[in-house]
Every structure is written in structure tokens, then in C-alpha cells.
């Protein structure tokens, strides 16, 4: 099996090289580049890219803007995005997840949580070849399939990002289940993780907003949190 390789855009040069040392300790290929522009052309050219690990205060192009165009991509719209960065007001984390990024790891970071992370998304992103019934649900017109990682809405696919696709399954394993914002956050990401709860809130409503008509299934419980209602 061949190893997953990680592109690695990051103007400074010492912090590319600790996080390329660390990778390629924990059996990853790197790539490393210093600019949204010479990321672009690297994704256009042949190869697979499994994960982007993403600078934002990038020279010319800065990291917003290249993870937007890089979500316009068909050969990469659901690859995960982790942003690292020194920004770490609320505004900022918002942004990055609104424009598609998949995680937010604020500088300094420790190298194991870094590996951890990568490893969590990797697995996200990466389905098994086959499905059973476990791995699909169907719930008032909205199929949902794991193995495959794709959402339909009577037959409809719908395009979302991983954070949307996770909240939505989420939602549809446990219909009319109160999910607090917390225990969203917990989900998705697991346990320390620095999102807040205006970044859970801007997840629901894209999510919504991709969901058309059925936006109406996902209700918000006031005080407490959100649910997908249970008599649809």
C-alpha cells in the first residue's frame, strides 16, 4: 500500500520542516510549498494529494482564498484541510471552517496532536470499499451513505463539507436526540477541541442552507442545542 502523502503550504521554513520531520517519522510523504499560488500548481499536476495542512497568512494569495478555490476543484473538493496558523480570535476560526477547512490548529502546536488530528481526518476521508446497511440511512427523503460519503435528497446528491456531512450523520443517527453544541464538537472532533459555539452555529446554517426544502427537519432546541425532528 502506498504511503499518503500530505502537501504542506507554510512560508516559514523552520515550522515546514518540523512538521515534514514529523510526518515522515510517522510514515508520510510531504510536500512542502510556500504560497497558495505554487499549491495550486502543484494540485493541478499529476499525483494524489491525500490532506492539505494550510498556512493562512500566506505572501500573495492567503490561505482563505486558497482553500476556496481549492473547494472549486472537482479532483479536491472533499479533501480535508487542516488550517495552522497563529490567528486565534473566534473570527478567524469561523472563517476558516466557513471556507471549507476540515480542522483549525492554532501556533504553537504540539507534533502529537498534529499526527492526531491528520490521522482523524484521514480516516474520515477514506471509506471502506463496501457498504452494508449500518453504514447508510434513509430518513424522509435524505439517504446517506458513510462508505461512500455522500448525501442525496430524493436522489439529489448534495455537496457538503465533512464538518456538515459528520453533524448531519450525527443528526440522522438519533432522530429527535437533542445534541448540545458541545457534544457536537466532541463528535466531530473529539476532546480539546477550539472551536466555538458561533462556528457550530454557522455549520448548522449552511447546513440548512444546502438542505433546500428540508432545512425544516433540523430544528433548533433553544437553550440547548439542535436535532433532527423525530416524526418527520
Known sequence: MSKETILIVEDEDSIAELIAFNLKKNGYDTLRVDSGEKALKLLNSPGKISLVLLDLMLAGMDGLDFCKKLRQMKK?????????????????????????????????????VLIARIRAQLRRSTPGEEEDASDSYEYAGIRLSRAFHEVSIEER??????NEFSILDLFMSSPGRVFSRDAIIL?????????????????????RRKLGGKSHLIETVRGVGYRVKKNP
Open 76 to 112: 479536491y473538493a472533499d479533501i480535508p484541510v487542516i488550517i495552522l496558523t497563529a490567528r486565534s480570535e473566534e473570527s478567524d476560526i469561523v472563517s476558516g471552517l466557513e471556507f471549507g477547512a476540515n480542522d483549525y490548529i492554532t501556533k504553537p502546536f504540539s507534533p502529537r
Open 157 to 162: 446528491p448534495i455537496d457538503l463539507t465533512s
Open 187 to 207: 463528535a466531530l472532533h473529539g476532546d480539546g477541541y477550539p472551536v466555538t459555539d458561533r462556528a457550530v452555529d454557522v455549520s448548522i446554517v449552511n447546513l
